[in-house]
Nanobody
Framework: QMQLVESGGGVVQPGGSLRLSCRAS????????VGWFRQAPGKEREGVAD????????NYASSVQGRFTVSRDNAKNTVYLQMTNLKPEDTAVYYC??????????????????WGQGTQVTVSS
């Protein structure tokens, strides 16, 4: 069974940090590009970052550039999203997603093949 599981969400004060993990089971994640998305209540799903299968290409949304870092450890079948200097507007459910094809439009959630269940991130004082 092919599955993605996110972890690491929680409640943090503004300016704080969290690291999200996205672990794959049932398939080799190193064959897949991985994107991170988030969705706040009443808003559309938004692309946050993505990383290619070997980690050579990385993209970020302008809203998180310089604050978030995506990385991967293919030996652990896991992709990470390190989030620093968190702001209240970062509050959302965060999802990871995997895509087999290369050359996609990374911020379009419809491009991705497999999705995790999401993890809640709340930034509040």
């Amino acid at each position: 069974q092919m599955q993605l599981v996110e972890s690491g969400g929680g409640v943090v004060q503004p300016g704080g940090s969290l690291r999200l993990s996205c672990r794959a089971s049932g398939f080799r994640l190193d064959y897949y590009g991985v994107g991170w998305f988030r969705q706040a209540p009443g808003k559309e799903r938004e692309g946050v970052a993505d990383i290619s299968s070997r980690g050579g290409a990385i993209n970020y949304a302008s809203s998180v550039q310089g604050r978030f870092t995506v990385s991967r450890d293919n030996a652990k079948n896991t992709v990470y999203l390190q989030m620093t200097n968190l702001k209240p507007e970062d509050t959302a459910v965060y999802y990871c997603a995997a895509v087999f094809r290369a050359g996609i439009t990374w911020w379009k959630w419809t491009e991705y093949d497999y999705w995790g269940q999401g993890t809640q991130v709340t930034v509040s004082s």
